[in-house]
């Protein structure tokens, strides 16, 4: 059993076509069809069923192809380690983050241990809404994201990072509003609200939806970070993360309704087509020295 057959077997499994598969490899068609071949008889299972020119999944396929996707992770950070000790890793990451305060995010620690582990490695951060992350990571713009959702994103790699709650806050002038207040009289007080596709708009629209409601937004504002400043300031109500919500409400700046959350998780992104590339495996283990997740190391959602 050798890595480029079990290169040759994810890279199959993913694109389901041995054409493109053998495009993706630069290599020919019977030539993967030959690795495949041999691998299947290392291992002594079928890996794919055929059929004209597609190659689908056997249930013997689909239970190793996480522990071979591993593999090849596990193989690309060996490399990668052996030429951080040459000293060979340079270039530049382009890495998406949500509007969120950097503290939150560790961005200090991560530029930090970058700076320690790879001096010669740039990191260049990008703040975009959610949709916008998985998009450009999905299609190799973005090396790799912090991305905050409500579900895990399908068709990239997703490693769950700390699970993030919201609260809603609202401002002190509208206290008598919130007297016996429903659902329906929360969703008609003035909101302020995050743009199109970014998680605090995902996560306010999903809470208002589960009630057949829809909050009454007076004011969009990309800048998400500082939220809480606008909702001291008496513009509006908005979700906020527990901490920050629960602070402001302790030290009598707002007032957090209720028990209604939503509940999300901050995790790690990247495309599975780039996730070998050496640079991407020294960020991903850097990320995972900084959080130390205790969750399943990668998930890949097809």
Known sequence: ???????????????????????????TQPAV????????????????????????????????????EA?????????????????????????GVPSERPDFLRLGDLASTLMQSLPLVELKTHVLAADALVEQ?????????LLIVANPPRAVQWRPLRSVRYRIAV??????????????DI???????????SHTHLLLRDMFERHGLAPRVVMQNDDQANLDAMVRAGAGCALLREETALAGAAADDFIVWGQARADATLGFIQSPERAGEALLVALSSLVQ??????????????
């Open 137 to 145: 990571v999905q299609g190799g713009r973005l090396a790799a994201a």
């Open 71 to 95: 593999l090849l992770v596990l193989g690309a950070q060996l490399k990668s380690e052996a030429q951080q000790l040459q000293g060979a890793l340079q270039g530049a990451l382009d890495l």
């Open 289 to 302: 020295k900084i959080w130390k997740p205790g969750a399943p190391a990668i998930a890949t959602h097809d």
């Open 33 to 68: 069809s030959a690795q495949i071949k041999a691998l299947e008889q290392s291992l002594g299972v079928a890996l794919f069923e055929r059929s004209a020119g597609r190659m689908v999944l056997a249930r013997s396929g689909e239970a190793l192809l996480p522990t071979a």
């Open 1 to 27: 059993m050798e890595i480029y057959q079990i290169r040759a077997f994810v890279t199959v499994a993913r694109l389901g076509h041995l054409t493109r598969a053998a495009e993706a490899l630069s290599l």
């Open 171 to 184: 401002p002190k002038p509208m206290r008598d509003a919130l007297t016996r207040a429903g659902w329906r």
């Open 187 to 197: 969703a008609q007080l003035p909101w302020l609200d995050g743009p199109a596709g």
